[in-house]
């Protein structure tokens, strides 16, 4: 990404809440047959003090990205949208994109059959919580035996952080009243609309809006 130090973001504990509220990665791998790209869900390793994620791939996606020894790519996008000039003053403008992403860089471990089990089970809890009846991994034997025969199709992984690169571009290079009437906008019932945008332009200024 290309450097711009009003819209760095190097916390840690940013990227770790960036990884929790988006967790549908990509991830890239340059191999002997050029560049592999896969989409996975990811979790943040809890059981590490350094940044690390855990999860999964089908096989034979780990053959197909050559894990071993070199190093890949994953990428977290955090929400975004369109913001038009017409959002600033009337002075001359071009549009622009607002945005929230991370690149992780790391060797994956792959992980032994107990431990992907347990990462597996982790996945569907984290996404099966928010469920009026989460249908759980383990919830009844039937399942539990169907879960032991399909893991077998499946590859764990952690990847331990060893470096990022993130942005997070929410309008701070722009006045107070821009920022707030971009924020307007959305929120409101336009065609550009977005709350979850609108949040993190708000989280990026806290300046303008409050911490």
Known sequence: MR?????????PDEIRRLIAENPWATIVSSTS??????????????TR??????SHVGRPDERLHEWGDHEVLVIIQGPHGY???????PSPAVPTWNFVTAHLYG???????DENLRVLEQLVDHFEDPMPEPR?????????????????????FRLPVTRFTAKVKMSQNR??????????????????ASPELAREVRLANPEVFGA
Do not use: Q
């Open 3 to 11: 450097h711009n130090p009003v819209f760095d973001l190097t916390d």
């Open 33 to 46: 047959n050029g560049l592999v790209a896969s989409h996975y869900p990811v979790l943040v390793d809890d």
């Open 49 to 54: 003090e350094e940044l690390a994620i855990v």
């Open 83 to 89: 913001i038009s000039p017409g959002w600033y003053d």
């Open 107 to 113: 060797v994956p471990e792959i992980l032994p059959a």
């Open 136 to 156: 759980r991994m383990r919830g009844t034997l039937e399942n539990s035996a169907y879960a032991d025969r399909i893991s077998a199709g499946t590859v764990g």
């Open 175 to 192: 006045d107070e009243e821009t920022r707030r009437r971009i924020v307007s906008e959305l929120e409101g019932p336009g065609p550009y």
